[in-house]
């Protein structure tokens, strides 16, 4: 590695390392807030909790790395370009295109990294998250219970609740129950305790003095049916049915898993885009550190002319445009209204084919003697 690698390397790494943190560290503040919440309110030990914090962040360094990729590009061109160190490195005989080799290199480690979270970190630790954080709602039932709020955290309910008393006791209870398409009816219930089986996936919820509210279109009738006892069964993350074991969603699944169960249902006549753009996101995510180095490099040269703050608003932006495009792309693809690659891959496409026109472009900060084709075509050290 000769020494302009090892020094734009240099000069890379340590703005890298400082915008993964701080990126991280505010992507955490909201489930930072809603963690602590449960040692304070919930009376969870401070050890599951450190676990839930452990097993969310590959969630987001699979995001916070490509955003520090672009944003140490960035800035280490910005200080070369605003220090003139661009400009004597062409004087010199440097070209650009000499130094876009240690730019990639620096892109791909990020990209390794990412697609080692996204085919390993990601999926362990969003299935251990869900186990753990089951095994707390299933000890302390009203940890997935917030009183003067709808909840939706169990499958098929909506559940709101006047007030939480005692760990595991509600009063004025409302339950919009959807589980069965048909059917769909309402509770209303003056008090509830929440039961846990120990031996197995399952938290009811036993409702006192209460009626059931269902419309009946077809008949024309609104029948009301007034109880002493209801036991309404609490399906968290799929478990209704008195399953051992929580289901893997396909956030949580590998990538063999993903394919078989893919497979499986395309063989079955069935929608298997959602599966399909699971797979292909775990490959299209890593890339996208390549595409953020193509951008950073010109949008760091042209911060002699427009300053740093515009340059990194500038990438924000861009940072902000990719993954609005990703989302979109993802929910069009998963109603199957365009193919899984082309939502996945076409930001990638599209910013990289951006990121090279700006980068053939790139002539703010160098001598008007210097065009941007003969500084690639000219020969470095």
């Known amino acids: 590695m000769r020494l302009i690698d090892r020094y734009l ?10 915008a993964l943190t701080v990126f991280t560290l505010i992507m955490l503040t909201d489930r930072a807030l809603r963690l602590t919440e449960l040692v304070i309110l919930k009376g969870v030990d401070v050890g599951t909790v450190g676990l839930l914090f452990l097993y969310i962040l590959p969630s987001f360094f699979a995001v916070t790395v490509p955003m520090a990729v672009l944003v140490s590009v960035l800035i280490a061109f910005g200080r070369l370009s605003a220090e003139s160190e661009i400009t004597a490195m062409a004087a010199s005989g440097v070209s650009l295109g000499r130094l876009v080799p240690s730019v990639f290199s620096f892109c791909l480690m990020g990209s390794a990294v990412t697609l080692w979270i996204m085919l390993s970190l990601l999926p362990a630790g969003n299935q251990a998250f869900k186990e753990t954080m089951f095994q707390v709602i299933k000890t302390k039932a009203t940890v997935g219970i917030h009183e003067g709020v709808f909840n939706d955290a169990f499958d098929g309910l909506v559940l709101y609740a006047q007030g939480v008393e005692g760990g595991n006791r509600l009063r004025g209870i409302f339950i919009s129950n959807e589980r069965t398409p048909k059917n769909p009816h309402i509770l209303v219930a003056k008090e509830g305790t929440l039961l846990t089986d120990p031996d197995s996936l399952r938290v009811t919820l036993r409702l006192t003095d209460g009626a059931i509210h269902r419309l009946v279109p ?6 009301v049916i007034s109880f002493s006892s209801n036991d309404v069964q609490l399906d968290l993350f799929g478990s209704r049915g008195g399953a051992t074991t929580i289901p893997k969603g396909r956030r949580e699944k590998t990538l063999s898993e993903l394919s078989e169960e893919a497979a499986k249902v395309k063989a079955g006549g069935g929608n298997a ?19 953020f180095g193509l951008v950073g490099m010109p949008l760091g040269l042209t911060s002699r002319r427009s300053g740093k703050g515009s340059a990194f608003g500038l990438a924000l932006a861009v940072i902000a445009i990719y993954y609005i495009f990703i989302t979109a792309g993802e929910n069009l693809a998963v109603d199957r209204k365009i193919p899984p690659a082309v939502a996945m891959w076409s930001p990638n496409v599209l910013l990289g084919l951006l990121g090279a026109g700006l980068l053939y472009q790139a002539r703010t900060g160098l001598p008007p003697s210097f065009s941007i084709r003969r500084l690639w075509a000219r020969e470095g050290p």
């Open 218 to 223: 077809e008949r024309e009738t609104y029948p």
């Open 273 to 291: 885009s959602p599966l399909v753009v699971e797979i292909h996101k775990k490959f299209s995510i890593p890339a996208a550190c390549l595409v």
């Open 9 to 18: 390397l240099k000069e890379l790494f340590p703005p890298f390392f400082l």
